[in-house]
Nanobody, 116 residues
Framework: QVQLVESGGGLVQAGGSLRLSCAAS????????MAWYRQAPGKQRELVAA???????NYVDSVKGRFTISRDNDKNTVALQMNSLKPEDTAVYYCNRRGVREYEYWGQGTQVTVSA
């Protein structure tokens, strides 16, 4: 059974950093294309960063140079290091396999709030 547990969110001032972690079970992150998504109030969920099974990384333009996605195959986890945070980064952050549909399984997410 697929399960995703996100953690590491919190309240931080603009310019600060947070490291999000996602523990996956029921499948192997190393053979899946994984991604971090976020959903801000009143907005659709968007893909923020992705890492392929080959290790290739992709980022949405708004976070390039500030966020880094990584994967720990031994622990079956995916992380998102977020630096130079901005108020517009405020959202609930989720990890999942890349390309998953909205009606499929999602974890509970972790809230990130960036104050000005």
């Amino acid at each position: 059974q697929v399960q995703l547990v996100e953690s590491g969110g919190g309240l931080v001032q603009a310019g600060g950093s947070l490291r999000l972690s996602c523990a996956a079970s029921g499948f192997l992150v190393r053979i899946n294309n994984m991604a971090w998504y976020r959903q801000a109030p009143g907005k659709q969920r968007e893909l923020v960063a992705a890492i392929g099974s080959s290790g290739i990384r992709n980022y949405v333009d708004s976070v390039k140079g500030r966020f880094t996605i990584s994967r720990d195959n031994d622990k079956n986890t995916v992380a998102l290091q977020m630096n130079s945070l901005k108020p517009e980064d405020t959202a609930v952050y989720y990890c999942n396999r890349r390309g998953v549909r909205e009606y499929e399984y999602w974890g509970q997410g972790t809230q990130v709030t960036v104050s000005a």
